[in-house]
């Protein structure tokens, strides 16, 4: 056992830390299915303290941390880049510390899923607006806030759950802890408000995917859930890229208040459909794409206003009406009951078996988004080669898309674009070449959707080093951003090799 | 590699899992989902991933690309596991016959879990010490059964009832817990059927069923069991055989068809489907006044998500006079499991225990006064663990096989 491990052991305790090599394995992936990085140890801390002098460690001892809450990166953000490494597994940080009622403010332990936080805030007729990330029944709310998640539900009205940040706990990589917002004044009684105090450090922390500091504590505003919600499912006409735009443009254009919006491409319904994944729209004569809307109101009337809007905008725009069941094809319904769901929400994955995404996650403006689809269609054209290589083996081949375009805060969209594929274990045996194929057409496909001038927000380890490696990031604010890393960091030991910022080594 | 023969069989399943960590994570409360492992849950601060399904999977994702072998390390993690099927349940849920989700076709945890057993059990890591021992005991000429006991014991109880046949229609196949260990529990399910005139027929000639030997991934040692159990059915003219056994039914049921590869020559019933068969004709003749009483019943996995058969034993309670049935939080699909399956409660009987007190905790939250199930290792666990309760938690509720909850009453 070695002499960091030791001093590690005596902050945890021996239960909450092991350099056992299944444990290690077991917290080696993220989603994907190319990156693993094995780290030397696994340790569960149970608070800022904790935390704090384990960095210290790393510190004296040149080993990076990484931190881990949920797990349900899709680039490998919460596994180390290579094997090495201490993974901080945050799901200890899992309490709900104060409620204020009065404010409207919640304050919860950093590693809490968003689904258990939300969970208790119904209780008091509550909830977060934007319910994290899609996959927020197990992904931790300090994750989210470290990469402006969306997409579990709220994200048309709400934003991204950064919107909502009031006030932040932070440990330094060097050890030290930090609090943000209101709370930077330590007179202040409670988190009350973000900005002020001098310039917006908690922004410093927002999407920062884990390289400036390990987030504690999370202080949210949080909402009165409105009594009353419509969700409707429509099927698009021709053309339904530019017409699904187009609504999306109206929507914002008209002022009309959404609190979901996605729309599907035809490729994911005909597939679903294919496959029988979908049994509610078996019935449906053309395999086109849908489009669906959520709203929320506080009385009856107002809810009518909204959907009369909406619908006359769907209407215009030549968009069928499945129906108001889950049954008709009304899918709306379920996403909104069901307040979401992983598997539907990146609904290519896993249509055949062991094929899994090889995607990122982006922001674009809702203008942007159908010329990109159309450039991704051209770009698995153009891999037909490389991709042939794989059907070889697999006999199914990968493809190339996009999950749900979702309608996010002003005039952008999310999308989850890139490339889905298989395993290099096939029929129980082992293809190498496939990790290679894959690794090589995913960055292809990022370094496309890149240049068409996207924002990534969960980057993790393969977007934010090819960000850098294609000189994506104009020369002064990557200087800047290694800076100040340089500056809160000296030794990189947290999240080493992000960004590409390795540090001395 | 060649010791992955069971595991490779796999390979669609496990390298189908997104690592989304709904098996350990889950809540959703407007379904009645509640987390998902009760191994995790357990095992509370010290709960590393590898105590779920999703930190399982990446280790044998990391088998099958043979960076990392067998080993015995892995067999003590991976018998960690009451294999309750609960990771199965959230990771299929839509929660909407129109909606299915991909996983719900590739994945089946519980197999996949059988799987890396057999293949630790064939490359010589498991069974474990005190599972090897259950099995020496299965197969001992003397014995038949896991508890280590005489083999005439099992049937012992029989003599005090002179009325059950040597061939009938209707076989009973006891099994070794209840005759063994909840011998009352059988005495009177004899009293109800016999109240009932039901005929049926018993052999002392029926050996163990071999359910701890297939969880515990050793199904070289159940084939003679299962052979030797069919021909004494036959040799009886049953046409059907019932069990008041979970695991038994479960493994006569489901795994005997599946080893056999063709169907079994006589129909597999549980006792709460001869129960509500005679519920249903009246033919059960409870005491006229009855207090009334608050039960919540737990579905035992073998019984719910291995066999789907969660709404006959409510019927049989609803049916009960006086009786009002109230759920607890997590029932049916999302039910928790009690801790004791999948040979955690002979190897690790704490973590069984610290599984069960939590859930005889939630079914007080019920405000029940009585929790019953019909699982003889559900109830063994549930009254271990009650034996632990501080006497106030003792004190709110009381737990009852129901088959004794109904005899109460008659």
Redesign the interface.
């Known amino acids: 056992m070695s002499e960091l491990y030791h001093k590690l052991e005596r902050i945890v305790k021996k ?2 830390i ?1 350099n ?4 290690r ?7 994907d ?1 190319i990156l ?1 990085g094995v780290p030397d140890i ?1 340790i ?1 801390p ?1 608070d800022e303290i904790e935390i704090s002098e384990i960095l210290k460690v790393a510190n004296e001892e040149n080993i990076t941390v990484i931190p881990r809450g ?3 990166c899709e680039f490998g953000g919460s596994k180390p880049i290579n094997n090495e490494g201490i993974v901080l ?1 945050l ?2 940080l899992n309490k709900i510390i104060h409620l204020d009622k009065d404010n409207l403010v919640v304050t919860v332990e950093a590693g809490i ?1 968003w ?2 936080l939300n ?1 208790y805030l ?1 209780n008091f007729g509550l909830y977060t607006g934007c319910m994290g990330p899609g ?1 927020g ?2 992904a931790s709310i300090g994750g989210g806030i470290s990469h402006h998640s969306v997409g579990g539900g709220g994200c048309a009205k709400y934003g991204a759950c950064t919107n909502q940040l009031v006030s932040l706990e932070v440990v330094l990589p060097t050890g030290e802890i930090i609090q943000t917002g209101s709370q930077a004044n330590k007179y202040s009684q409670a988190p009350f408000n973000r900005f002020g105090n001098g310039p917006d450090l908690t922004g410093l922390f927002c999407g920062d995917n884990g390289i400036y500091g390990i987030k504690t504590k999370v202080s949210l505003q949080v909402f009165p859930k409105p009594e009353f919600a419509a969700y409707k499912t429509f099927q698009l006409p021709r053309k339904e890229r530019q017409v699904s735009a187009q609504i999306m443009s109206e929507i914002r254009h008209r002022g009309i208040d959404v609190y979901d919006l996605m729309y599907l491409m035809d490729i994911l319904v005909r597939f679903e459909i294919q ?6 729209w078996d019935h449906l004569k053309r395999k086109r794409g849908m489009i669906f809307y959520t709203i929320e109101a506080n009385s009856d009337q107002e809810l009518q206003v909204k959907e009369k809007q909406l619908d006359k905008i769907m209407d215009e725009n030549k968009c069928e009406y499945l129906g108001s069941e ?2 008709d094809g009304n ?1 709306a319904k ?1 996403h909104y ?3 979401g ?4 929400y ?2 290519l ?3 055949f ?5 090889l995607t990122a996650e982006c922001f674009t403006p809702i203008n942007n988004y159908p010329s990109i689809l159309d450039d991704i269609d051209l770009w698995d054209m153009q891999h037909e080669e490389d991709i042939q290589k794989i059907f070889e083996i697999c006999q199914k081949r990968s493809i190339a898309g996009s999950g749900p375009i979702l309608l996010i805060d002003g005039n952008n969209v999310e999308i989850t674009c890139g490339f889905t594929s298989f ?6 045996e ?1 293809h190498p070449e496939i990790d290679e194929i894959n690794l090589k057409l995913w960055k292809s496909l990022l370094e496309l959707v890149t240049k068409k001038g996207v924002q990534w927000y969960m980057m993790g380890d393969v977007v934010s080093r090819l960000m850098v490696d294609i000189g994506a990031y104009g020369e002064e604010f990557y200087e800047l951003m290694k800076n100040i890393k340089k500056t809160i960091d000296p030794n990189m030991i947290l999240s080493r090799g992000k960004f590409n910022f390795w540090g001395n080594e | 590699m060649s010791e ?1 023969k069971n595991l ?2 796999q ?6 899992c ?5 098996c ?8 009645g989902r ?1 987390l998902t492992c009760p191994v995790k849950e357990a095992k509370g ?6 105590y779920f399904s ?3 999977m ?2 044998l ?2 088998i ?5 072998p067998l ?1 015995k ?2 067999a003590e ?1 991976a018998y960690q596991c009451s294999e309750c099927g609960n990771c199965t349940e959230v990771c299929h849920q ?10 719900s ?2 994945i089946d945890h519980v197999e996949v879990w059988n799987a890396l057993r057999k293949d630790l059990v064939e490359a010589g890591y498991a069974p474990l010490d005190k599972h090897r021992n259950l099995i020496d005991y299965m197969n001992d000429e003397t014995m038949r059964n896991p508890y280590g006991e005489d083999e005439s014991k099992k049937f012992e109880w029989l003599s005090e009832f002179p009325n059950i046949k040597q061939k009938a229609d209707l076989a009973f196949f006891g099994g070794c817990t209840m005759p063994l260990r909840q011998v009352n529990t059988l005495k009177n399910m004899m009293k109800i059927l016999n109240a009932s005139d039901i005929d049926l027929a018993i052999s002392k000639d029926e050996w163990c069923c071999g359910s701890i030997a297939l969880r515990i991934g050793d199904e070289e040692s159940v084939k003679n069991l299962l052979e030797r159990n069919v021909a004494v059915f036959k040799e009886m003219g049953a046409k059907s055989v019932f069990t008041a056994c979970a695991g038994c039914y479960r493994t006569l049921k489901k795994d005997y068809p599946e080893i056999l590869g063709e169907p079994l020559p006589f129909e597999v019933k549980h006792i709460t489907e001869i129960l509500i068969d005679l519920l249903n004709s009246k033919n059960v003749p409870f005491k006229e006044e009855q207090d009334e009483q608050k039960v919540t019943y737990h579905d035992p996995c073998h019984l719910g998500r291995h066999m789907n058969l969660y709404e006959i034993p409510r019927d049989v309670i609803s049916q009960i006079p006086g009786v009002k049935l109230t759920e607890m939080k997590r029932n049916r699909k999302n039910a928790w499991c009690c801790g004791a399956g999948g040979g955690v409660k002979s190897q690790f009987s704490d973590l069984a225990l610290d599984i069960s007190k939590d859930r005889i905790l939630e079914a007080i939250e019920t405000g029940a006064d009585i929790l019953t199930t019909s699982c003889p290792f559900c109830i063994g666990n549930f009254i271990d663990a009650y034996n632990d309760l501080e006497p106030e938690l003792q004190e709110k509720i009381k737990v009852i096989d129901l088959i004794d909850f109904i005899a109460s009453k008659i």
Request: hydrophobic residues 35%.
């Open positions: 239960e909450h092991s056992d090599l299944l444990v394995h077991s917290y080696s992936r993220n989603v299915l693993q696994v569960r149970k949920g797990g349900d597994d799901k200890r899923s689904a258990k969970d119904c996959s029944m197990t496959e029988n994944f979908m049994p509610m889950i049954a899918i379920w009951t069901e307040q769901h992983w598997q539907f990146h609904n994955w896993g249509i078996p062991t094929m899994q995404p395993w290099s274990v096939f029929d129980g082992v | 992955l490779k069989k390979w669609q399943a496990i390298m189908s997104m690592n989304c960590g709904d350990g994570y889950a809540i959703r409360s407007s379904v509640y601060d010290q709960g590393f991933e590898i999703r930190g399982r990446n280790v994702k990391s099958l690309e043979g960076k990392i080993s390390e892995l993690f839509s929660q909407n016959e129109y909606i299915i989700l991909p996983t076709k590739w």
